[in-house]
């Protein structure tokens, strides 16, 4: 009976210790995650007008400058990404990339027809997505699109701002370790606990099914020792001498 009532007294704090991590590693995870998302949303946000205001060849729509001109503007388009430990690029209204500071990392030139239908619908000055835009960047990022518009008003192209996800990934690898490392302590924890738990727990009630056994077996002087005191009832004092005369 010890067995089998300390196995289900562990396995159900066992079970219990378990879920509760599991719950809080993937709440805390969900929590961080968010958390970085917003925080590179943001820094990309505040990119967005600096980098108009230096491509302004594109925003009105002119002809792309040449030589020496077309080299120092992107140049600057590197240097306005690496502030913000991002890359990006400018298309037209048609999704081709006319011009961007880290070229290597696009698998493509044109951004694919139904992620520009989704940008185009959603309405928002500055559209977020998290992936390769259909397989055109050479990894999962972080993307801020805003459109452009020349000094009409008139739609002329997009300008994309993209921050690499490894960060994430990196991220993730060294939380899940230090989690796992955590959860694996405080289940050496938790067990020795229960262990010392369960022996306080089982040992009366071990004295309990012994006492029971005998009992059965016809021994009717058996009594468990730590409930005898308990178990018996309060004597009466005996009568005074002085009460025993009156009496009389």
């Known amino acids: ?103 290597d990392k696009l698998e493509s030139l044109t951004v694919p027809e139904e992620m520009m239908e989704k940008i185009d619908a959603s309405g928002a000055d500055y559209y977020h997505v998290f992936g390769t835009l259909g397989g055109m960047l050479d990894g999962k990022s972080y993307i801020t699109v805003s459109e452009m518009r020349n000094e009409n008003g008139q739609p002329s192209g997009y300008l994309f701002l993209c921050s690499s996800g490894e960060q994430l990934t990196q991220f993730k690898q060294q ?33 309990v099914t012994d006492a029971a056994q005998r009992f059965g077996g016809g021994d009717l002087s058996v009594r468990v020792e730590e409930w005898k005191a308990k178990a018996r009832q309060p004597t009466l004092p005996a009568p005074s001498t002085a009460w025993q005369t009156t009496s009389r």
């Open 175 to 207: 939380f899940w370790s230090n989690f796992l490392l955590s959860a694996c302590v405080m289940l050496l924890c938790a067990s020795i606990l229960t262990k010392i738990l369960m022996r306080q727990l089982t040992d009366p009630l071990q004295k």
């Open 1 to 103: 009976m010890r067995k089998s009532i300390s196995v289900a007294f562990f396995s159900l704090v066992s079970t219990l210790m378990v879920l509760g991590i599991v719950l809080m590693g993937a709440s805390e995870w969900v929590l961080f995650k968010n958390y970085f998302a917003k925080d590179r949303y943001e820094t990309l946000d505040q990119v967005v007008g600096v980098t108009q205001r230096t491509a302004q060849y594109l925003v009105q729509q002119a002809e792309l400058p040449e030589g020496d001109e077309l080299d120092a503007l992107s140049t600057k388009l590197e240097i306005i990404g690496e502030s913000a430990e991002a890359y990006l690029f400018f298309t037209d209204n048609d999704g081709r990339v006319m011009i961007a500071s880290s070229p």
